[in-house]
């Protein structure tokens, strides 16, 4: 990773040009071609490092989502992941270091459609999730500073 | 703002980003039949309205390696959790910070804070000095390190078109 790759990754977090040919805009800006900003991000993207560019949309304005906790032993963790993974409305999933360690997030079009995959992913492994929608949102989200080293 | 169904449209083609292309919010907008300048249009107004929140490159953490990841939670009473919420949100290692129910006797945690850094110490140091910060100590508190990810997507749920 170079330092035109830095930038890439620090400097449009935010503020992204809506203009036609927003690419062309970020390689003014960077002094390369449009054509190497648009592969330089495809090799980010592959590389995993850029998941996307895109909106994040701020909670519940689009949609409804959760997000949904188990409580599973050790030697069952693998299958229940899969299982809950398995479901198109989650769209996070991590293990965490507590007794309730599987974490996930679901979203669905309404608040009765979370509540049914809740359901759902309850009866499939046979855990009870813990339901835990967001009562109030205190962050503002300008990107996350990347601190090089 | 509320949401048009040519809005919900773009936003359930959104989910998976911009398409690395000359002209992508024309491309964007080919499989729901929405010129450029509508796509462009739309997608300011609804950050003017704060829908989306932010616009633009979005990183994973893990991969430029900010590898640990921690969710820390506390029990704080209902008179000051907004209060203490406000502050937490207002530190720069923390990305993201919500209030959610308890969920007695399992779950008794109501304030949420996720908490990126390049190690586990780092955010462990991190946390402490929020809560030595914050005056938190008094507090039930609980960090959930991240062990493994077994998904992570950008998806919203919109109504498809």
């Given amino acids: 990773m170079d330092a035109l790759d830095r930038r890439l990754l620090d400097e449009f977090q935010r503020a992204f040009p809506l203009s036609p040919r927003p690419y062309a805009v970020l390689g003014e800006r960077l002094g390369v071609a449009e054509a190497e900003v648009r592969r330089r991000l495809s090799l980010l993207q592959g590389q995993g490092v850029v998941s996307r560019v895109g909106a994040v949309f701020r909670p519940h304005s689009v949609g409804q989502s959760t997000l949904a906790a188990l409580a599973v032993p050790d030697f069952d963790v693998e299958r229940v992941a899969a299982i809950v993974n398995a479901f198109p409305e989650v769209n996070h999933n991590y293990l965490r270091e507590h007794v309730t360690n599987i974490w996930f997030v679901v979203a669905a079009e309404s608040v009765e459609r979370v509540r049914d995959v809740l359901d759902a992913i309850h009866a499939a492994t046979g855990y009870p999730p813990l339901d835990l929608p967001m009562i109030e949102d205190f962050h503002i989200d300008l990107g996350f500073p990347l601190q090089w080293t | ?161």
């Fill in chain 2, 1 to 161: 703002m509320d949401l048009s169904d040519r809005d919900l449209a773009l936003v359930a083609v959104l989910a998976d980003g911009l398409p690395l292309t000359e002209r992508p919010f024309a491309d964007i907008g080919i499989p729901i039949a929405m010129p450029e300048d509508e796509v462009i249009a739309r997608i300011a107004a609804m950050t003017a309205a704060g829908v989306i929140r932010r616009f633009g490159v979005i990183v994973r953490h893990r991969e430029l390696g900010y590898s640990a990841n921690a969710m820390a939670v506390w029990n704080i009473p209902d008179e000051r959790v907004a209060a203490i919420g406000a502050l937490l949100a207002d530190s720069p290692e923390v990305t993201l910070c919500y209030r959610r129910p308890r969920r007695l006797p399992d779950w008794p945690y109501n304030l949420f804070c996720m908490v990126h850094g390049r190690d586990r110490a780092c955010v462990e140091t991190i946390i402490k000095q929020l809560s030595l910060q914050h005056g938190l100590g008094g507090f039930q508190h609980a960090v959930l390190f991240s062990s493994k990810r077994f998904k992570q997507r950008g998806a919203v749920s919109g109504k498809v078109a």
